[in-house]
């Protein structure tokens, strides 16, 4: 018996920004409300899933730091298997999924499946927390320069191959994802290269939802906070010349 060829769906891979859902780009509204199938992060639920139509199937597949999650390799085969049933598909992660968001391993299965897709970018975290604490990340003539960073490698530690050069220079504004339980860590690095521990600091926790928190303050006094904190809740550390005094 000839197997018969698969019908091909088409899959979105939306960036649903931090989690408010009026953050979200109307493409990535339109996406939603059209989808036959969402598979969805843990953070990109909540208000945001309210945009996708009422007969969409909502899947969770989202990672969440020591608690049990989707494997990437299942998430990945979930994107053809659906795909491959003519269906269309959202693949909604949060903030911006081409920071930091696992987006090449996804993107590289469509292609080896060849189903096609489109890539809506979202509103980073990054500028979500900036922008709820009133600040710029550039300044004219002293934050030259914006960088990111993650503050885990794939074994949870401080990455090794961290240039302290860079991220210590005062003139750059530097912003780390996943960073809250290395941080302590990574400011005594930071200091040992030449960064006062002075160095104005916010941590941004849960930013776009209703419990977000904002702490101004310095890169000393944030790694003494985050020393041994049990942390629960995403966050974002942005650390340089943001023109206010903690």
């Not at 060829?5 to 953050?23: I, K, N, W, Y």
């Not at 009133?134 to 960073?149: E, G, K, V």
């Not at 220079?169 to 941080?183: E, I, L, S, Y």
Request: overall charge negative; cysteine-free; hydrophobic content about 45%.
């Amino acid at each position: 018996m000839t197997e018969q060829p698969h019908q091909t769906g088409f899959v979105s891979l939306v960036s649903a920004g931090p989690g408010d859902p009026e953050l979200l780009t109307l493409k990535a509204a339109r996406r939603l409300a059209e989808a036959d199938a969402v598979l969805y992060d843990a953070l990109a639920s909540g208000p945001v899933l309210d945009h996708a139509g009422p007969n969409a199937e909502l899947i969770p597949v989202g990672k969440r730091a020591g608690r049990p999650s989707a494997r990437q390799e299942h998430v990945n085969a979930l994107l053809v298997e659906h795909a491959r049933q003519g269906r269309r598909v959202v693949r909604l992660k949060s903030g911006d999924a081409g920071i930091f968001g696992r987006l090449e391993e996804e993107l590289i299965a469509l292609v080896d499946a060849a189903i096609p897709f489109e890539i809506i970018p979202g509103v980073t975290s990054a500028s979500a927390a900036a922008a709820a604490a009133d600040l710029p990340l550039t300044r004219r003539l002293t934050a030259r320069r914006l960088q990111f960073l993650t503050g885990a490698d794939v074994t949870g530690g401080l990455p090794g191959d961290i240039n302290w050069a860079a991220i210590a220079d005062p003139h750059a504004t530097t912003v780390v994802f996943m960073g809250q339980r290395n941080f302590p860590a990574l400011a005594a690095g930071l200091q040992k290269h030449g960064l006062d521990e002075t160095t104005p600091a916010l941590f941004a926790e849960s930013v776009g939802h209703p419990q977000q928190r904002l702490i101004r303050t310095t890169i000393g006094d944030l790694a003494k906070l985050l020393e041994g904190a049990n942390v629960t809740q995403p966050g974002i550390i942005i650390f340089g010349p943001l023109g206010f005094d903690p």
